[in-house]
């Protein structure tokens, strides 16, 4: 959802400046100033233009991706289909699988499983993957268990796909039709094969040799299969891609047609030729297998034509085997979970944690669609390129800023290099005042699942700078050297400037997230999304007078990260952050912004009423304010209240401190058997839907990377001297137990990471799989933060 955006008008000087004696000139003087200044402004508008362009466009992909060292590589860039290969690269090809059961839903329609939803009846998860070299999928549908092993070679890639009955049938049901396929994203791209297309073929083998016609450059597939009796469909033909929702499952469907076998006259649905709308240099190349028993086939290509590729899948075996030892061995030297007395099937989970993590990292390619607040058309941004990780295959298969913060964390452990191109490759999407896309969805796939009216992004709006948190532990443990920090810290200070200039509060040291709706009735409390908390409740009646305890946090942290870097490479501005951040930090300040002494808590103020309903009215929805807002404490207990802890701010004798491990301790705030909600239940908004069609989210479920800090947080003051050494450490013990095994068990009574847990029953809830910030429950278990 997207909320107006109240942006605080600043005074702008006035040009040129006013004066009494300049006002009595003559007309002719005054004639030759318009003149003089007339000239002066199309100069000014020229070059502002030309510093906007220069600047704006300064994070396309010719001037800014330079800098970044991503091999060009095969990999399961394709985060929201079920099976999908391409390089990470915007000319690249792109491959992958579907299948279907030879049955119509109730609608008529062929139930193809392609791109990851929701409510598909499908579970799937990367048992083992290790971003650079391979992957193992299962993937399992009813009684349908398909599994996919992948290894990824410098020109291309190999996959063994097994298909079989998870009730051990030897023969299916009903017919299984796989379509493996190759495609392009660019739309004036197209791709020529040799190999003739049939109605039907027999046997074992099908080779494809062709070239794309970007650059002429040529490839060869091969698909080898264990049942010569499997039917055998290929065609090929163009793919419209405007509008994106035709991309892919839209246009499989429309051109299946029903066919009888030669045999026993059964009709099948099999892939058409060419109609009149798909006419053209074709740019999508399916073979159609249609299957009636357990098969093993193989999928290959290589970007040349070599004939030695059956060397390939005679070393598969033996190149898998190696590959799962390395990454078994490195998992274990760098987690270490079977000295933590972690079982085998627990040892499982972690990995299948850390491969979901890396099997999502997705390539994008585009251009992002801006706005400057509510009034100002929507503009073209880029082009784009992003290589990240993703929260959710199924729901939110493209890159989310706050989100990756987190996403690194993990990722920074296992593979430090990876995650430092990683977030250059985010902070290079900055343009040219400091500002970086709270979302990103670049390319037709990615477009294709987002609603029309969420795509325009904002550039007066933010999102928490969580990328400083695995900035600060890369930096911490030495794993950045001076070259990638004297390339980063221009970056991280254009942001942090972006930040101090646009996100500032009405007094000196406070700051509001902006893109809060004022005018907004229909909703129980205005959203917050900037913040990355989204119903979370703040101020009811949002004003320029409003600060918002996390926004400061988030820049305290941001100003000991520059402080720390600063130094390190000596850089003059390295003063400046240090006095900034002894400034944001000092504990009695913020007791003075923040703390509310009433209600014993950290909290925002701003314009609140404790009494407001909604009220459904000739099919309306009004909001109904029944207590008249004062400038206050907005004393709803929850994750905002532990910001001064979580990101380690208040001093180790604050009694503060204190007073947040009362919050997380108590089971009548904070405290659950399966994780810390994220409200308290005394709060006036716990579990209270916004609207009545917008269910809780940040009122009440407990959500893993709020946890995490917290965690992080209890440790470090575990290891400091302070009279809360103790009970921080017992506390992070006992919290850490509780969501380990909540998720464990979760995971193994459904097969899946959630995007949230029940506060009362543990249960998993919001999106499956969400192996995003879930996915830290790998360093919890671990115990390395």
Not at 176 to 183: C, E, K, M
Not at 344 to 371: C, E, P, T
Not at 484 to 508: A, D, R
Not at 690 to 698: G, I, S
């Amino acid at each position: 959802m997207t909320s107006k955006v109240t942006q605080r008008k600043k005074d702008k000087p006035k040009w040129p400046p006013s004066s009494g004696d300049e006002s009595k000139r003559s007309d002719k003087t005054n004639g030759n100033l318009i003149y003089k200044l007339f000239l002066f402004f199309l100069v000014a508008t020229f070059s502002l233009g030309a510093i906007y362009y220069f600047t704006r466009s300064s994070s396309s992909l010719n001037s800014r991706l330079d800098g970044l060292n991503f091999d060009k590589r095969w990999g399961t860039f394709r985060s929201g289909v079920y099976f999908g290969l391409k390089r990470n690269d915007p000319s690249s090809m792109v491959s992958g699988l579907m299948w279907f059961k030879n049955v119509l839903n109730d609608d008529n329609s062929v139930p193809i499983r392609h791109l990851c939803e929701k409510f598909d009846p499908v579970q799937y998860i990367w048992n083992k993957h290790d971003f650079d070299s391979f992957g193992i999928q299962q993937v399992t549908e009813g009684d349908l268990s398909i599994k996919q092993q992948v290894l990824f070679r410098e020109d291309g890639w190999i996959t063994r796909i097994t298909v079989n009955s998870t009730d051990s049938l030897e023969k299916f049901t009903t017919p299984v039709s796989l379509i493996l396929y190759l495609a392009t994203e660019n739309e004036d791209d197209s791709i020529s094969v040799s190999t003739p297309k049939s109605e039907f073929l027999r046997g074992s083998k099908i080779g494809l040799e062709g070239s794309l016609s970007s650059g002429s450059r040529q490839f060869l597939s091969r698909v080898d299969f264990s049942d010569p009796s499997a039917i055998i469909y290929i065609t090929d033909f163009k793919m419209n891609m405007n509008p994106p929702l035709m991309f892919f499952n839209e246009r499989i469907m429309q051109n299946l047609g029903i066919m009888r076998t030669p045999g026993n006259g059964k009709p099948l649905f099999v892939l058409n030729e060419q109609s009149d709308d798909t006419k053209g240099k074709p740019n999508f190349v399916a073979i159609q297998l249609i299957i009636n028993k357990p098969i093993e086939l193989f999928f290959y290509l290589r970007e040349s034509i070599d004939p030695y590729i059956d060397s390939w899948k005679n070393r598969f075996d033996a190149d898998l085997m190696e590959k799962i030892f390395q990454f078994d061995t490195n998992f274990d030297n760098v987690f270490a979970l079977s000295e933590r007395n972690y079982n085998l099937d627990q040892i499982n989970f972690a990995q299948s944690v850390l491969s979901n993590m890396l099997g999502s990292i997705g390539y994008f390619y585009g251009h992002s669609w801006i706005k400057n607040g509510s009034t100002t058309k929507p503009e073209r941004y880029g082009p784009l390129e992003l290589t990240s990780a993703v929260p959710s295959r199924s729901y939110f298969p493209r890159g989310f800023l706050w989100d990756e913060g987190f996403h690194q964390l993990l990722i920074a452990k296992i593979k430090p290099q990876l995650s430092q191109e990683i977030i250059k490759n985010w902070l290079y999407l900055m343009d040219g005042n400091g500002w970086i896309p709270r979302e990103v969805i670049l390319g037709f796939e990615a477009t294709s699942r987002v609603p029309k009216e969420f795509i325009v992004q904002d550039i007066s709006n933010a999102n928490p700078p969580s990328l400083l948190l695995p900035i600060e532990f890369l930096f911490d443990s030495n794993q950045l050297d001076i070259n990638y920090l004297k390339s980063i810290f221009p970056l991280l200070e254009k942001w942090y400037n972006w930040f101090n200039t646009t996100q500032v509060g009405s007094k000196t040291g406070t700051y509001r997230w902006r893109g809060r709706d004022p005018k907004s009735i229909d909703k129980l409390n205005p959203l917050t999304l900037t913040s990355g908390l989204d119903d979370y409740p703040r101020a009811s009646h949002p004003s320029d007078s409003e600060i918002h305890l996390d926004l400061r946090c988030w820049m305290t942290l941001a100003a000991r990260i520059l402080f720390k870097i600063g130094k390190h490479i000596e850089s003059p501005s390295a003063i400046k952050y240090q006095e900034t951040f002894n400034y944001l930090r000092d504990n009695k300040l913020l007791d003075l912004t923040h703390w509310s002494e009433e209600n014993q808590m950290y909290c925002d103020f701003g314009v609140h009423s404790n009494s407001i309903e909604l009220i459904r009215s000739e099919e309306k929805v009004k909001r109904v304010v029944k207590e008249k807002p004062s400038y206050q404490c907005v004393s709803e207990l929850g994750y905002i209240s532990l910001f001064p802890m979580l990101l380690n701010l208040l001093d180790p004798d604050n009694p503060r401190l204190n007073s947040i491990l009362d919050t997380i301790e108590n089971p009548d705030h904070l405290w659950t058997p399966y994780g810390l909600r994220s409200i308290s239940r005394q709060s006036r908004y716990y579990l209270r839907w916004n609207t009545f069609t917008d269910p809780p989210y940040w009122r009440g479920p407990i959500w893993i990377n709020i946890n995490f800090l917290v965690l992080k947080s209890l440790k470090n003051y575990s290891q400091l001297d302070g009279p809360y050494r103790e009970r921080a450490k017992l506390l992070h013990d006992k919290l850490r137990d509780n969501l380990v095994n909540n998720v464990f068990n979760q995971f193994q009574s459904t097969s899946f990471i959630w995007e949230n847990y029940n506060d009362t029953t543990g249960q998993g809830s919001g999106v499956h799989p969400f192996t995003g910030w879930s996915a830290l429950v790998l360093l919890i278990m671990s115990d390395k933060y």
